[in-house]
C-alpha cells in the first residue's frame, strides 16, 4: 500500500471548480459589492466635503459683498460728496439768481 498524502491545495481548488462553483460565484459577486460600496462611500464623503467647502466660499464671499455695499453707499451718501467737492474741488452752490432751468419739449 502507498501512503502519499494528498495536497490540500488542490483540493480545495478541485472542490471549488466542480461542486463548490455557486458559493465561488457567490462569494465574488459579494466581494464586488462590498468593493462598490466601499467606492460609492469614498466618492460620496469627497462630494459633500467639496459641497461644505463651496459653501464656505459662498458664504465668504456674500460677507465680503454686503461689506463691499455697505463701503458704498457710505462713499457715495450725499452729505460726503458735497463736502469733497466744497474742500477738494472748491465748489460752492450757485445762487437762486444765476441757476437755469432748462426744459425738453
Known sequence: MSSSKPNLTQLIVLDLLTVGRVPLLLLLVIFA??????????????????????????????????????EETALSEHSRVQDLARRELEMKRPDADKEVMIELK
Do not use: C, P, Y
Not at 460620496?44 to 466660499?57: D, F, G, M, P
Open 33 to 70: 459589492s462590498a468593493m462598490g460600496v466601499v467606492f460609492t462611500t469614498h466618492h460620496t464623503r469627497q462630494a459633500i466635503t467639496e459641497k461644505n467647502v463651496a459653501l464656505q466660499q459662498r458664504d465668504h464671499l456674500d460677507n465680503e459683498w454686503r461689506n463691499l455695499i455697505l
